[in-house]
């Protein structure tokens, strides 16, 4: 059973950085593209970015292109986001899933973007 756990955020200033994680439990973490999401109140859930199994190859949301960057570490079952210049409509839930198939969804983290 895939679990997944997300840690990372808080309040940050726009033009602000901060680094999410997420640990996804179970060895076949590595087959599968993984995708970081996001979820507004009162907004659809949406996928903000994407990597390949091998870390080869990465999307990105029109929104977040050139602020996020989207990273793995398959040998510790890691995933990471990095998230630069922060804008108050950042302001989210963030989870991270799979992209094609995904599992249970965990607790996600909050981000605040605010002054």
């Known amino acids: 059973q895939v679990q997944l756990v997300e840690s990372g955020g808080g309040l940050v200033q726009p033009g602000g950085s901060l680094r999410l994680s997420c640990v996804l439990s179970g060895s076949i973490f590595t087959s599968y593209t993984i995708g970081w999401y996001r979820q507004s109140p009162g907004k659809q859930r949406e996928l903000v970015a994407t990597i390949t199994p091998g870390g080869g190859s990465t999307t990105y949301a029109d929104s977040v292109k050139d602020r996020f960057t989207v990273s793995r570490d398959n040998a510790k079952n890691m995933v990471y986001l990095q998230m630069n210049s922060l804008q108050p409509e950042d302001t989210a839930v963030y989870y991270c899933?799979?992209?094609?198939?995904?599992?249970?969804w965990g607790q996600g983290t909050q981000v605040t973007v605010s002054s």
């Open positions: 899933n799979g992209r094609f198939r995904t599992w249970a």
